[in-house]
């Protein structure tokens, strides 16, 4: 893909331009030292890329703490008397850019939306009204949903030898959910497996695992029913941090890609992605 040209020099036309052409400066290609990468046999993909990709994310969310405030006072932790558990149901759709910046480097970058549609099991536990008497227990569920928008950037670096390929990817995301603060998210993740062909389509298949940097503090703030309002502060992040799983890619055409992955933490938890992507 040409990202550039040659200019004739000022004063003259190419055509007058005394110079042989192949003393002209050269176009400027991506990605770089692909004609390297291509007399050791290497195919490269089209440098760039643009895709659609949907995420949905299912998980068990560990609440470390939850402090509460009213009327300007300083949230004050009330982890002593409840104690709280959350499952998230998370959709994800984004439109994904990438380049591949060398035969081993790509960078992309995301923008999208998100829904979060969850269920936190609150357990109350305070001291009995009477000395001696029975601690009073309360259990109720609370539903919430959530929507806003993320982006991102992140990079891949990739190596292969013979149909054995390996890629190391990392993500850094922000998400706004309406919180005081926006959510951070840091996802590093490595890719190892098979690079070839089914029929004469370019195929791919691969074993990965990701480690979920997810954890973050939800501020905000919220009116009280009896009158004023509630500052609240939640520390929380993902109960099992880590997930494994399979995915694969296959290219219908040199421009037309399709790519799915599967993920689980073994504790209940999973997630699925798919997206196709055209190259040029």
Not at 10 to 31: I, V
Not at 187 to 206: D, E, F, I, T, Y
């Amino acid at each position: 893909m040409y990202l550039g040209g040659t200019v004739a020099a000022r004063g003259q036309s190419a055509a007058s331009d005394p110079e042989s052409p192949t003393d002209q400066p050269k176009p400027l290609r991506l990605p770089f030292l692909a004609d390297e990468a291509r007399k050791r046999g290497v195919e490269l993909p089209l440098p760039f890329g643009v895709g659609l990709v949907y995420f949905f994310l299912h998980r068990d969310i560990e609440i470390r703490d939850l402090r509460v405030g009213r009327n300007g006072a300083p949230p004050t932790s009330v982890s002593q008397f409840a104690q709280l558990a959350s499952v998230a149901n998370v959709n994800n759709l984004n439109l994904r850019m990438d380049v591949w910046i060398f035969p081993f480097l790509n960078v992309h970058a995301i923008v999208g939306g998100i829904w979060n549609r969850s269920t936190t099991n609150v357990e109350v536990t305070l001291p009995p009204i009477t000395a001696g008497g029975e601690p009073r227990q309360f259990f109720f569920a609370v539903p919430t949903e959530l929507s806003g928008s993320v982006g991102g950037l992140g990079l891949t670096l990739a190596a292969g030898f013979g149909s054995f390929f390996a890629a190391a990817d990392l993500n850094a995301a922000r998400a706004d959910m309406g919180f005081s603060d926006r959510y951070k998210t840091f996802l590093p993740s490595l890719r190892v497996g098979w690079n070839g062909r089914l029929g004469s389509h370019p195929a791919r298949a691969w074993l990965n695992g990701t480690y979920w940097d997810t954890t973050a503090v939800a501020k905000g703030t919220v009116a009280d029913p009896d009158g004023g309002t509630l500052s609240f502060e939640v520390d929380q992040g993902p109960l099992h941090p880590f997930m494994y799983g399979v995915g694969f890619s296959y290219g219908f055409s040199r421009r037309v890609e399709f790519v799915a992955d599967f993920a689980t933490d073994f504790h209940g938890g999973w997630s699925v992605a798919a997206a196709p992507i055209f190259r040029f």
